[in-house]
């Protein structure tokens, strides 16, 4: 053997033996002096039964442990206590336990340890740079009790019958509002009764926790307030709502927890039930950025039952069963400030017996929603709290569904495409509120939303806006394209539609005094339909007299059919009616008026006028009225019952109806009108008017023949107190010009034989005398060619309907045709004559009277002969006035 090799020999037998002796050593002065320094120089006390240490390779076993804080009142450093049957230390950390007072160990083993921990004080990072006084890469708990405090000596985190393997623990109260209090990258967990308290209004316990192949199960998770909503809402007046959550089991599997992240794969939550009690108070809005993540691979929620409670302990949203299936659920610092603060690739929910309640209730039996579908079955709304000016709906819907083609946001704005929309067998009310609309600043989260195709089934729905109920039977609607999107100043949304087909029966509306049907109501962008049409008063003519403060028309209507063919716009912003054909077909119309109310202050302005007031393009290219009725009573204070005209067979055809606010189309009206007159002669009339025109000119002329003079006695006998008796209105021909200061033209009367009795207010007894004056002054034939009249100078009242100075420009031809070109003065002489038969009249009634008074006298038989004579006298001259 060569010489340096027995002396590397030698050196290495030497080494060998330093080590076992200081390894000896060593163990010698652990046992007997390393409680005397840990003392000293850590701020724990330690006491053990055994102690082996292995210098080599760090190792260390211990049996019999207790430990102690020196000074338990020390909130600076971690406060242990407690004891430990044994632990084991692999490649414990000698030069760092000596020189820089810190425990460091890759592999930590504690048996059956039984400890309470103080969390130390959090501290600032930043600008303390101390190190935790423990360092473990790996950490393994046997059957141990653990027990953990803050600081403030707060029960923070508890746990029986632990049974724990940790890849890299980390535990502190550090920023415990932005991190959790445990972190690791591999676990491995088993124990019973976890208590864990992350603030001072709330606790978490955990019955059992186990895991096996990565797999966590978790029994009876519970949330728990730590004070009741009385004392919360006291001691917490800024808070908004306090929550309350149970599981009964959760099951999950690929827990990573790290400093603020959670991360978990195939989470399963089996009949969860969350509580939410609302306090009241408005949520303040934070800038402070989240800087939680959360990402979970599957989430299950089966059988979950939410209650979230009003301020005053009623309820507000109760679903009694909810299913929820997220795949890739996300919920980070960018997903938080989305309008849906999570993100997702999938999801599914459904749920059962789901109530909301609040100024309107809602209950539905069934829901169903995903991504690309939904369906709800059974949806009842009912109204709830009322609220001032807020409408209520009082409806059920059997069945609503819908596809989707795209759900998202995008830069927090709203882009939602509906393949289609299906709602069948509503029934119920909606009721328009009374309060005012607020206005529209903007189009609000909406960037576009697109309904394809919306359909709506054998429904029976009433909107009933201010006491006026709107009823539709037998719904059926189908709406094609429905777009909603930002106008172009932002100044609120715009809505179109491409198309769209409604059906209805027994169609109703009723209003104030009115109540409006139809037995068939069909309706598309290019077609009306209406049959049966019934406009009846609620109320009577006395009722109506009573109800209205100023004069208006009481409308009685029937109309066998309406039909209108063209196209309209009246879901755009660029609305229009172009209509090439309307047809009313069948109308019986009786229009009514009373004059003993009192007359209406307001102007009222011609139709060229009211038709140019009309907002929207409006044109009509052809209007018929056929086979129709139109009756018009009048009423005054002095009639004796209300004047009827009568105009059968009514007939009627305009041309270009409009409102002047098309472009390029002409604006002149042509309206012609054929009718029986008081079912007994022809009535034809040609009336125009130019919309565009500012000046509201008007042309009106007609003609009406071989009328005999009593068919007029239903109009004239009420108001005047006069029939005609005989004679013949051959022909009478109107051309009328005029604008809203008044009329002028010509009238032509041809008449024979015309003779008028004047009658009592009873409208009975023939009045002798005042007959033969008035037939004085009457032309009762007109020649074989009379000479039209000039009338002239008729004014308009403006507070009076077209009507009333049309009329008043009739009375004027008449009176200058039958009574004269000098009407005032004849006027004049006539009531003279009717003066003085008056007086006549009065005369005899009081010689009547003296003569009753005087006849209970006895008399000489030579005066009563006088008398009779006197008498005979008088009442001659009563027959025949003129004889005076």
């Not at 020999?9 to 002796?21: F, H, K, T, V, W």
């Not at 209805?504 to 009723?510: E, G, I, K, L, P």
């Not at 009065?842 to 009277?849: A, F, G, P, Y």
């Amino acid at each position: 053997m060569r010489k340096w090799v027995k002396k590397l020999l030698m050196s290495l037998g030497i080494l060998l033996l330093i080590l076992l002796a200081a390894n000896f050593g060593l163990n010698i002065w652990l046992k007997t002096q390393l409680p005397d320094y840990i003392k000293k120089n850590t701020d724990y006390k330690v006491s053990y039964k055994t102690l082996d240490v292995d210098l080599g390779s760090g190792n260390i076993f211990a049996a019999g442990i207790a430990v102690n804080s020196k000074d338990p009142q020390n909130t600076n450093v971690i406060g242990l206590q407690g004891t430990i049957d044994t632990l084991k230390i692999s490649r414990f950390g000698i030069y760092d336990a000596i020189f820089n007072k810190r425990i460091s160990s890759s592999d930590l083993l504690l048996a059956r340890p039984n400890l309470n921990i103080s969390l130390a004080r959090p501290v600032d990072r930043k600008t303390d740079k101390k190190q935790s006084p423990f360092l473990f890469e790996n950490i393994r708990i046997n059957k141990g009790t653990i027990n953990i405090f803050k600081y403030t000596k707060q029960k923070f985190l508890s746990v029986q019958q632990l049974d724990l393997f940790v890849e890299n623990l980390q535990m502190t109260e550090e920023s415990v509002e932005d991190n959790l209090p445990v972190a690791f990258d591999r676990y491995d967990i088993k124990g019973k009764n976890f208590f864990f308290r992350p603030n001072e209004v709330y606790a978490i316990t955990i019955s059992t926790i186990t895991t096996s192949d990565g797999q966590m199960s978790v029994g009876n998770f519970r949330l728990n307030p730590l004070l009741s909503f009385h004392q919360f809402t006291r001691f917490y007046p800024k808070k908004s709502k306090l929550f309350e959550f149970s599981v009964p089991k959760m099951d999950f599997k690929d827990v990573v927890i790290a400093k603020n992240k959670i991360s978990l794969t195939n989470a399963d939550f089996q009949n969860p039930v969350l509580t939410v009690y609302n306090t009241g108070v408005k949520a303040k809005k934070t800038d402070k950025k989240q800087n939680f993540e959360i990402n979970l691979e599957d989430v299950k929620l089966n059988n979950a039952s939410v209650l979230i409670n009003k301020p005053d302990g009623s309820r507000l949203l109760f679903a009694k069963t909810l299913n929820v299936k997220v795949n890739q659920l996300k919920f980070d610092k960018v997903t938080a400030e989305e309008v849906i603060p999570v993100g997702y690739k999938d999801f599914h929910f459904s749920g059962r017996d789901i109530q909301y309640s609040n100024h309107q209730n809602f209950s539905v039996e069934s829901i169903a929603l995903n991504p690309k579908s939904g369906e709800i079955r059974n949806l009842i709304l009912a109204p709830g709290s009322p609220e001032a000016g807020k409408g209520a709906m009082d409806l059920k819907a059997g069945h609503i569904a819908l596809n989707i083609n795209k759900f998202e946001f995008i830069e927090k704005k709203l882009n939602l495409d509906l393949k289609d929309v299906l709602v069948e067998n509503i029934k119920g009310t909606i009721k328009t509120g009374t309060g005012k609309p607020k206005k529209n600043s903007g189009p609000g989260i909406i960037n576009s939303v697109i309904v394809r195709k919306m359909s709506l089934k054998n429904s029976d729905l009433v909107y009933d806006k201010g006491m006026q109920p709107l009823a539709f039977h037998d719904l059926n609607a189908t709406i094609n394209t429905i777009e909603i999107a930002p106008q172009p100043n932002n100044q609120g949304l715009s809505f179109k539609v491409k198309d769209y087909f409604l059906t209805t029966r027994n169609f109703a509306y009723r209003t104030k005094f009115y109540n409006m049907s139809a037995g068939l109501l069909k309706l598309n962008k290019n077609k009306i339909q209406v049959n049966n049409f019934v406009m009846k008063p609620l109320v009577s003519r006395a009722q109506f007299i009573k109800m209205i403060p100023v004069e208006r028309d009481l409308y009685d209507i029937k109309v066998s059919g309406i039909t209108a063919e063209g196209h309209w716009d009246l879901f755009s912003d660029h609305q229009s009616i172009n209509a090439s054909h309307v047809t009313v077909d069948g109308a019986d119309a009786n229009i009514f008026r009373s004059k003993i109310p009192n007359d209406d202050p307001k102007v009222k302005p011609l139709y060229s006028q009211l038709l140019r007031s009309i907002k929207i393009p409006l044109t009509i290219n052809s209007l018929d009225l056929k086979n129709s009725v139109l009756v018009y009573e009048e009423d005054t204070p002095q009639s004796a019952g209300p004047g009827k005209l009568t105009f059968a067979n009514f007939n009627m055809n305009v041309k270009n109806l409009n409102s002047a606010k098309a472009k390029g189309k002409p604006t002149q009206v042509d309206i012609r009108i054929n009718c029986s007159f008081m079912n007994l002669a022809p009535l034809f009339v040609n009336w125009n008017f130019d919309v565009a025109d500012r000046n509201d000119g008007f042309s009106i002329a007609g003609k009406t023949s071989n009328l005999p003079a009593s068919g007029i006695n239903p109009f004239i006998r009420p108001y005047l107190h006069v029939t005609a008796t005989s004679g013949t209105i051959q022909e009478m021909l109107f051309n009328f010009r005029g604008n809203p200061a008044g009329l002028h033209g010509t009238f032509n009367l041809k008449h024979k034989d015309l003779k008028i009795a004047v009658l009592n207010k009873n409208n009975h007894e023939k009045k002798g005398v005042l007959t033969a004056v008035a037939n004085l002054f009457i032309r009762s034939n007109s020649g074989k060619f009379p000479e039209a009249v000039e009338v002239e100078n008729v004014e308009r009242d403006p507070t009076k309907s077209f009507f009333n100075l049309f009329w008043k420009g009739i009375e004027q031809g008449l009176k200058k045709t039958l009574i004269g070109k000098n009407v005032d003065k004849t006027e004049e002489t006539v009531k003279k004559a009717v003066t003085s038969v008056k007086e006549v009249k009065k005369s005899v009634k009081e010689l009547k009277q003296e003569i009753k008074s005087k006849k209970e006298e006895p008399k000489p038989q030579e005066e009563k002969k006088e008398k009779k004579g006197f008498i005979k006298n008088v009442f001659r001259k009563k027959e025949n006035p003129e004889a005076e």
